[in-house]
């Protein structure tokens, strides 16, 4: 079965500096891997996914994140960090059978501080 | 398109007592997926059901269940509330589980 770390639990960052969140998977065959972000109250919204091809992985809201088969890693990254980027972020593994559900991250809590 | 819908968005229920929640899926979504999500536990995965079928089941007491209508719409029951069944409930609808989710809003359940 597959499962999916957040090593980090919270995150604080100024506005406008970088970001990157953490994701380690583990899957034996090739992972369909996702990054959701979810605002409080709110469900989760689709970041971006990765499934095959390109390792870096362009998403929404100037986010992407990078694939890395070596490290079983799938991090999230962005430039610049604007305040409306605070929000809990969900990383999430699927298989390429697509008939297994989503596994998820316990998540990591960003803040952002001006 | 229209998203996923759920309803209600929020309900209170005394222990001992049932709930029924709704999900609409995304038009020609057949897969819709139930996740609890609670702060100690994150996100828990309920069922799975694709055409009326229920595919993948978590680990959860028998006291879960949920079915599929022929128009792809959802519904999960609670029975029996506990304290610990208190969560936010999320739907999920896709083509396929395991490509990927669209979620609705959630439905907030607390058990007093």
């Known amino acids: 079965a597959q499962s999916v770390t957040q090593p980090d639990i919270h995150i604080t960052v100024s506005e406008g500096a970088s970001l990157e969140l953490r994701c380690n998977y583990s899957y034996g065959a090739t992972p369909y891997l996702f990054w959701y972000v979810q605002s409080p109250g709110q469900g989760l919204q689709l970041l971006l996914k990765y499934f095959s091809g390109d390792t870096l992985v362009q998403g929404i809201k100037g986010f992407e994140a990078e694939f890395k088969r070596s490290q079983s890693s799938f991090n999230l990254r962005k430039p610049s960090v604007h305040w409306s980027d605070a929000a809990e972020y969900f990383c999430a593994v699927g298989t390429d059978s697509g008939n297994t559900p989503l596994v998820f991250g316990k998540g990591t809590r960003l803040s952002v501080i001006a | 398109k229209a998203g996923v819908t759920q309803t209600p968005r929020y309900l209170i229920k005394t222990r001992g007592q049932q709930v029924t929640l709704s999900c609409s899926p995304i038009?020609?979504?057949?897969?819709v997926s139930w996740y609890q999500q609670t702060p100690g536990q994150g996100l828990q995965f309920l069922f799975e059901y694709f055409s009326e079928t229920q595919r993948n089941k978590g680990n959860f007491p028998g006291r879960f269940s949920g079915r599929q209508f022929s128009n792809s719409r959802s519904e999960m029951n609670v029975s029996t509330l506990e304290l610990g069944d208190s969560a936010l409930y999320l739907c999920a609808s896709s083509l396929m589980a395991g490509y990927g989710y669209t979620f609705g809003s959630g439905t907030r359940l607390t058990v007093v």
């Open positions: 038009s020609g979504h057949r897969s």
